[in-house]
């Protein structure tokens, strides 16, 4: 389904026990050009997913990562990608970034685990479509968003609907 809206005023609650972190963040965050409202909340739970991390979204659709974090130095720290890469395109991820994750649909997931050599800065994660389907009915211009962390999993509510996702294995170099 194509995204209707233009620009989303992300409101976010997020808490982690674990961490200790406690934070309210509001975020404007603009889809690409013809992007599909599947693809947007693969973008959305992967940044959720990396809160603590500080990621930046793409602004427009490219051949570079969909979030990323950078170091001072603007080199890659980690690269992620919610659809599956071509090869030429996950060599170069592998090689400029410090680790690579995938955020990919079940079914994409499976068949590129099936399909593709290990790299061993390469993390493929499975976003299930449940969980695509609840972000889905999240989605509003105005969306506010209650995100709670415990162990390696996400809770994320808007008060009417929740979702449960795990979270990525994160190499302890990024910061």
């Known amino acids: 389904m194509q995204m209707q809206i233009k ?3 992300l409101e976010l609650f997020y ?3 674990l961490t200790s972190l406690y934070l309210h963040d509001v975020r404007y965050l603009a889809p690409f050009a013809a992007e599909t409202a599947e693809h947007f909340c693969r ?3 992967s940044y959720c997913s990396l809160y603590e991390l ?3 979204m793409s602004v427009q659709a490219q051949k570079g990562p969909d979030l990323f974090v950078r170091d001072q130095h603007q080199h890659y720290q980690l690269w992620c990608q919610v ?4 090869d030429k395109l996950l ?3 592998s090689h400029q970034s410090d680790q690579v994750i995938l955020m990919l ?3 994409e997931h499976q068949k590129f685990v099936s399909s593709h050599r290990r790299l061993p800065n390469v993390q493929v994660c499975d976003v299930p479509d449940r969980a695509v389907s609840e972000c889905m009915a999240m989605l509003k211009a105005n969306m506010q968003l209650s995100v709670w962390r415990e162990e390696q999993l996400l809770q994320i509510t808007d008060g009417e609907h929740m979702l449960e996702l795990a ?3 994160l190499h302890r170099a990024v910061h």
């Open 105 to 107: 649909e079940s079914q």
């Open 15 to 17: 808490n982690s026990a």
């Open 83 to 86: 659809d599956p890469p071509s």
């Open 91 to 93: 060599q170069k991820a």
């Open 167 to 169: 979270l990525p294995q």
């Open 43 to 45: 973008r959305l739970l």
């Open 54 to 56: 500080h990621p930046a």
């Open 7 to 9: 620009v989303i005023k």
